[in-house]
T-cell receptor, first 113, second 111 residues
Framework: NAGVTQTPKFRVLKTGQSMTLLCAQDMNHEYMYWYRQDPGMGLRLIHYSVGEGTTAKGEVPDGYNVSRLKKQNFLLGLESAAPSQTSVYFC????????????FGQGTRLTVV | GQQVMQIPQYQHVQEGEDFTTYCNSSTTLSNIQWYKQRPGGHPVFLIQLVKSGEVKKQKRLTFQFGEAKKNSSLHITATQTTDVGTYFCAGVSQISGKLTFGTGTRLTIIP
């Protein structure tokens, strides 16, 4: 049972390049989330999804897009990367919204130069 | 918007000493969760508190939810090297229903 899997684990981008981060969960969870983690700022919600085919903006959505075409996958896209998007990105999923345990992936360390 | 602050930001303790981190929300919470993140790792769920004044224990860890449901604390008794990591609280606002993570407290243990 893999839980929540993120790919890639590390990536270096040049300013202006695009990329997609993939999150896959095998727990049949309805709810999926993308967070970014920066030193001293905790985890900030970028986008989330309450089910297949749905997405919604979180706290810091600018510069990111997401898609949830299949229930088990949640993709995070950066259309034109900026140095301010250098961060560690975590995907999470939960069976119910907010009031239940969230399961996190291993994280993606992204550096934009 | 809702803000969740944790203090201290960093804590260094001798092995065997106690440790406490405090979580304070700008809004009343319906529940609060605690997570632990080991260095280089990902957050892992520890516990959830729902009731006003609730206290829960997990071996050497004691979690408390304030009477006003705006604050919480995590106390570790007799710390061990395995306790190293960053502890996050995450609160669900009674008003907005949104989950907001605290800024975290990084615990380091001096052997």
């Amino acid at each position: 049972n893999a839980g929540v899997t993120q790919t890639p684990k590390f990536r270096v981008l040049k300013t202006g390049q695009s990329m997609t981060l993939l999150c896959a969960q095998d727990m049949n969870h309805e709810y999926m989330y993308w967070y970014r983690q920066d030193p001293g700022m905790g985890l900030r919600l970028i986008h989330y999804s309450v089910g297949e085919g749905t997405t919604a903006k979180g706290e810091v959505p600018d510069g990111y897009n997401v898609s949830r075409l299949k229930k088990q996958n949640f993709l995070l896209g950066l259309e034109s990367a900026a140095p301010s998007q250098t961060s560690v990105y975590f995907c999470a999923s939960s069976y119910l919204p907010v009031s239940t345990e969230a399961f996190f992936g291993q994280g993606t360390r992204l550096t934009v130069v | 918007g809702q803000q969740v602050m944790q203090i201290p930001q960093y804590q260094h303790v001798q092995e065997g000493e106690d440790f406490t981190t405090y979580c304070n929300s700008s809004t009343t919470l319906s529940n609060i969760q605690w997570y632990k993140q080991r260095p280089g790792g990902h957050p892992v769920f520890l516990i959830q508190l729902v009731k006003s004044g609730e206290v829960k224990k997990q071996k050497r860890l004691t979690f408390q939810f304030g009477e006003a449901k705006k604050n919480s604390s995590l106390h570790i008794t007799a710390t061990q090297t395995t306790d190293v990591g960053t502890y996050f609280c995450a609160g669900v606002s009674q008003i907005s229903g949104k989950l907001t993570f605290g800024t975290g407290t990084r615990l380091t243990i001096i052997p």
